[in-house]
């Protein structure tokens, strides 16, 4: 699995557990909010990393998230908890993540947000679900297609690419020469 597809399944798992308020529009320069769903594509959802200047927007500082968030995406690996756990560290950083991996497949992270809900009522499917695990297994066929849409958007997807690259600086993302 490539460092690119960990994140993206690392950023799954995230967008079903969490639940608040995130950023709309641009990555924290806006004050209104969108209800974050608390089922989402998640930082399980693999981001693209090279380590030469070859990234779109060629530019450093790591953006939202910063050196130090990009630094420890880099030393993870193919690990995507890890991934996670260095994106989610900085609530900004998470936040404009997140807005990017919703902009780059609008239609899926809808999906995930529609099963959420209904995960949370009784219905046929069983109990209302009450934990993370319950959401992760009824809305894992979601997750799954948000997961694929991404793997290819943050490839083939300039507008995609873009929100990232607002994030980290740039993207694919640039990691120092270990």
């Known amino acids: 699995m490539s460092l690119s597809r960990s994140l993206v399944a690392a950023l799954a798992l995230s967008l079903v557990a969490c639940g608040g308020a995130t950023p709309s529009g641009d990555a924290g320069n806006?004050?209104?909010?969108?209800?974050?769903?608390?089922?989402?594509?998640?930082?399980?959802?693999?981001?693209?990393?090279?380590?030469?200047a070859a990234a779109d927007g060629g530019g450093s500082g790591g953006g939202t998230c910063g050196?130090?968030?990009?630094?420890c995406v880099c030393q993870?690996?193919?690990?995507?908890?890890?991934?996670n756990q260095c994106i989610n560290a900085n609530m900004a950083c998470g936040?404009?993540?997140?807005?990017?991996?919703l902009s780059c497949c609008p239609a899926e992270a809808t999906a995930i947000e529609q099963?959420?809900?209904?995960?949370?009522?009784?219905?046929?499917?069983?109990?209302?679900?009450?934990?993370?695990?319950?959401?992760?297994?009824?809305?894992?066929?979601?997750?799954?297609a948000f997961q694929t849409c991404f793997a290819t958007?943050?490839?083939?997807?300039?507008?995609?690419?873009?929100?990232?690259?607002?994030?980290?600086?740039?993207f694919p993302i640039t990691c120092p020469m270990m």
């Not at 050196?67 to 630094?71: F, K, L």
């Not at 949370?120 to 979601?142: H, I, Y």
Request: proline share 3%; hydrophobic share 35%.
């Open 30 to 52: 806006d004050s209104s909010t969108t209800q974050d769903t608390g089922v989402s594509p998640g930082t399980d959802s693999g981001m693209m990393m090279t380590t030469d």
């Open 67 to 71: 050196q130090t968030a990009i630094n």
């Open 76 to 83: 993870c690996g193919m690990n995507a908890a890890c991934q």
């Open 95 to 101: 936040q404009c993540v997140g807005q990017a991996q």
């Open 115 to 144: 099963c959420r809900v209904a995960a949370q009522m009784p219905s046929d499917a069983g109990p209302a679900c009450m934990d993370q695990a319950c959401l992760a297994q009824r809305c894992a066929a979601q997750v799954m």
């Open 153 to 170: 958007a943050q490839q083939n997807n300039m507008a995609c690419r873009t929100a990232l690259g607002g994030c980290f600086g740039s």
